[in-house]
């Protein structure tokens, strides 16, 4: 069993609408919790992080951790066609400089 | 530059032959770390470097896989007599510490393929 769960999708939905993206992880250590966005071709970039449970908000994107459950989730409201890529989740063990990696979800906004 | 440069972008080669991959960081950035994603999977860390030294090399698959950094700059990969599971793109990323690892920006990546 991978340490981080990511169902790779595909997954499309119109312009406008809410996504919902989602990881499951099996190592109560992870304390540091990030999203990244892959376009084709192209390096991850980092979308935001979040240490420990909670949520953080940035613009149209919301992420949320629940380490009781061992589930985080980023959420994107009024999805744009621009918002189209891979999100991959990640996280890391505090004072570890190892990041872990789900398989990354494939998103398609349609116009 | 302002981001993490790769090169090359694409490379091509025959199994058996030895390649290195070049990463040169964000200027500034002291950590440096190297991640293979093979084609539909997520990111799999290979090696992470403080300055010149590698504390945490626990990601290479095999002694084939080697690493150096030269200072706080520049870093290559070298694989020794590719085998076809190697094709993957190896991307490289680097952070400021002790900014940490929670922040990590990412080069385009080197596409490498093994015949």
């Known amino acids: 069993q991978k340490e981080v769960e990511q169902d790779p999708g595909p997954l499309s939905v119109p312009e406008g609408a809410i996504v919902s993206l989602n990881c499951t992880y099996s190592?109560?250590?992870?304390?540091?919790f990030m999203w990244y966005r892959q376009y084709s071709r192209k390096g991850p970039e980092l979308l935001m992080y979040?240490?420990?449970?909670g949520n953080k908000e940035d613009g149209r994107f919301t992420a949320q951790v629940d380490k009781s459950s061992k589930y985080i989730s980023l959420f994107i409201r009024d999805s744009q066609p621009s918002d189209s890529a891979t999100y991959l989740c990640a996280m890391n063990i505090q004072g570890a400089q190892k990041l872990v990696f789900g398989q990354g979800t494939r998103l398609t906004i349609n116009p | 530059g302002a981001g993490v440069s790769q090169s090359p972008s694409n490379k091509v080669t025959e199994k058996g032959k030895d390649v290195e991959l070049r990463c040169d960081p964000i200027s500034g950035h002291t950590a440096l770390y190297w991640y293979r994603q093979r084609l539909g999977q997520g990111l799999e860390f290979l090696i992470y470097?403080?300055?010149?030294?590698?504390?945490?090399k626990s990601g290479l698959p095999s002694d084939r896989f080697s690493a150096e950094r030269t200072g706080e700059s520049v870093s290559t990969l070298t694989i020794q007599r590719t085998q076809q599971e190697d094709s993957a793109v190896y991307l490289c990323a680097s952070s400021s510490y002790p900014g940490g690892a929670e922040e990590q920006f990412f080069g385009p990546g080197t596409r490498l393929t093994v015949l």
């Open positions: 979040t240490y420990s449970s």
């Open positions: 470097f403080q300055g010149n030294s590698a504390p945490d």
């Open positions: 190592n109560s250590a992870f304390q540091y």
